[in-house]
Each structure stands twice: as C-alpha cells, then as structure tokens.
C-alpha cells in the first residue's frame, strides 16, 4: 500500500524565519502529482502548493516552495518569513491510481509560527 | 470562497441512529469525494464519484454509503451510526480534466456519535 510519511508531528519557528516540513512517500507510478495542503485552526483544508512528478523544476507560490526529489521519493515544503498566518496543521499528499488521482494523505505536521 | 458546501457544520446523534451529510459544489467539477479526519491520522477517503453513474469504495467504506444525487451533489450516509464514526468529515471536487486535478475541500462536517 502507498503510504506518506511525515516524520515531523510538530515543528516551531520565529515569525520572519524560515521553515522546512519533511514527507517522504512510497509509491510504484513513473507519473503523479504531489500536493501541500495546510489546515488551520478554522479546520478548512487550504491548497498551498503543487507539483507534477515529471517536472525537475521545484514549485514555488510566493513565500512557499518545494524540495522535490523524485528518485529519493521527498517531497518537502520550505515557508519563508513565516507569518503568525502560517501557524496550522500541513499535509503532504502525492495521488495515486493514474487517471482516478486519488490523494493520499500523510499525518500531518503542526506548525506553531511564534511571534 | 463557498463553492464547495456542507451541511450540517456540526451534528450529535446517538448511536444507532441513521445520519446523512450532504455536499453540493457550484464549481461545476465532474468528481467528487468523501473523507474522514481522525486525530493523527491524517485524511482518509471513504468513496468517491467520476459522474452521477460512478460510484466507488476508498480505503474506508464500511458503514458508510453514499449517494450521487446530481452533478453537484453527493451525501454520505451511515446507516446505524456507532460511536467510532466520530470524526471530522470532508467533502471534496474535482474537475476530469486538467493539469493538476487537484482538490477543492468544503469546510467539513464535525460528527459526534454518543
């Protein structure tokens, strides 16, 4: 079975400093997506950033970008000049299945931005 | 941003009782899905539906079923709902085609089963 792996249950960072969250995942497909998706205290799942598997180049979306190395199968998240904003709960999910694209989830890392 | 909706927000009901949560989008996207959150697990996918004549079990279905009502709708349903049914439950869309497919969630449903 595919699993995702998010060996950091929770991190801290000063506001204006940087932050990487780790996941690692498993998974037999050549092509998938992989996504970053951030949970706030309001519980809404928020869609940070997103990266094709067959695409070198890392995704980056303003103060957010990625570590993408395909054949190590990591997939982390950099957040720059953290913002008390920040401060939620980040899931890693690559799909899996081809064409269905169904996501997998990892457990989450629980991000604390301090002023 | 109200495209994809849920109701109820928060629901309490007794085990045993039958329970339906609905979604609608009015993002016009083909697919839909059923998740679950429990603490320290992550988000785990019950069913979910390509058009309104396909319909498919997750990695969780049992206890649950579901319906696709309409492009835009799809409930989940628990038929004699027991106590390790609490937890919060999304709904999610996306469209069949596109570069990233990803998904957009509603804003959940916190079931609790006394």
């Known amino acids: 079975a595919q699993t995702v792996t998010q060996s950091q249950p929770e991190m801290s960072v000063q506001e204006a400093e940087t932050v990487t969250l780790s996941c690692t995942y498993d998974?037999?497909?050549?092509?998938?997506?992989l996504f970053w998706y951030k949970q706030p205290p309001s519980r809404q799942m928020i869609l940070v950033i997103r990266?094709?598997?067959?695409?070198?180049q890392n995704a980056t979306e303003n103060r957010f970008s990625v570590n993408f190395q395909k054949a190590a199968k990591s997939f982390s998240l950099k957040i720059s000049d953290s913002q008390l904003g920040d401060t939620a709960m980040y899931f890693c999910?690559?799909?899996?299945?081809?064409?269905?694209?169904?996501?997998?989830f990892g457990t989450g890392t629980l991000l604390a931005v301090q002023p | 941003d109200a495209d994809v909706t849920q109701t109820p927000r928060n629901r309490i009901t007794k085990t045993g009782k039958r329970i339906m949560l609905e979604c609608s989008q009015t993002?016009?996207?083909?697919?839909m899905y059923w998740y679950r959150q429990d603490p320290g697990l992550g988000l785990r996918l019950i069913y979910y539906?390509?058009?309104?004549?396909?319909?498919n079990k997750g990695e969780i279905s049992d206890g649950y079923s579901v319906s696709r009502q309409a492009q835009a709708k799809f409930s989940l349903s628990l038929e004699s709902a027991i106590p390790n049914q609490t937890a919060l439950y999304f709904c999610?869309?996306?469209?069949?085609?596109?570069?990233?497919?990803?998904?957009?969630f509603g804003p959940g449903t916190r079931l609790t089963v006394l």
């Open positions: 999610a869309t996306s469209q069949l085609a596109g570069p990233y497919n990803e998904q957009f």
């Open positions: 998974t037999s497909e050549n092509n998938y997506y």
């Open positions: 990266q094709e598997a067959y695409k070198q």
């Open positions: 999910a690559p799909t899996r299945g081809g064409a269905t694209n169904k996501l997998i």
């Open positions: 993002k016009g996207h083909d697919r």
């Open positions: 539906s390509f058009d309104v004549k396909d319909i």
